[in-house]
């Protein structure tokens, strides 16, 4: 499994975008599926997006659908995450995961491993 570490997160005024990235080091990161997933205070993480090892398919919760895009580059072990018309109930610590296999899976124990994570607060 790869090492992960996010960026990208911040305060940003409801309606607003920001864009996460998470960079992969290690030799596996081309052939494992990737996901999102997000924490709020006081509530369990939950999957946001997810990716399969080609980047072909992609897959988001009902939340996010239609405002959030989850791409991935391989030749830079870089995954990220397009975040459009936020909303102060995504206000969460995001976590970028690696998953076990190629295919893409909404479901934590697909996931090897996580980032430290990085904070998005979003303001109304």
């Known amino acids: 499994q790869d090492q992960l570490v996010e960026s990208g997160g911040g305060l940003v005024q409801a309606g607003g975008s920001l864009r996460l990235s998470c960079v992969a080091s290690?030799?596996?990161?081309?052939?494992?599926?990737m996901g999102w997933f997000r924490q709020a205070p006081g509530k369990a993480r939950e999957w946001v997006a997810a990716?399969?090892?080609?980047?072909?398919?992609?897959y988001y919760a009902d939340s996010v659908k239609g405002r959030f895009a989850i791409s991935r580059e391989n030749a830079e072990n870089r995954l990220l995450l397009r975040m459009n018309s936020l909303k102060p109930e995504d206000t969460a610590v995001y976590y970028c995961?690696?998953?076990?296999?190629?295919?893409?899976?909404?479901?934590?124990?697909?996931?090897?491993?996580y980032g430290q994570g990085t904070q998005v607060t979003v303001s109304s």
């Open positions: 995961a690696q998953g076990r296999g190629s295919f893409a899976y909404s479901t934590q124990d697909q996931y090897i491993s």
């Open positions: 290690g030799r596996t990161f081309n052939s494992r599926a």
């Open positions: 990716i399969d090892r080609t980047g072909a398919g992609t």
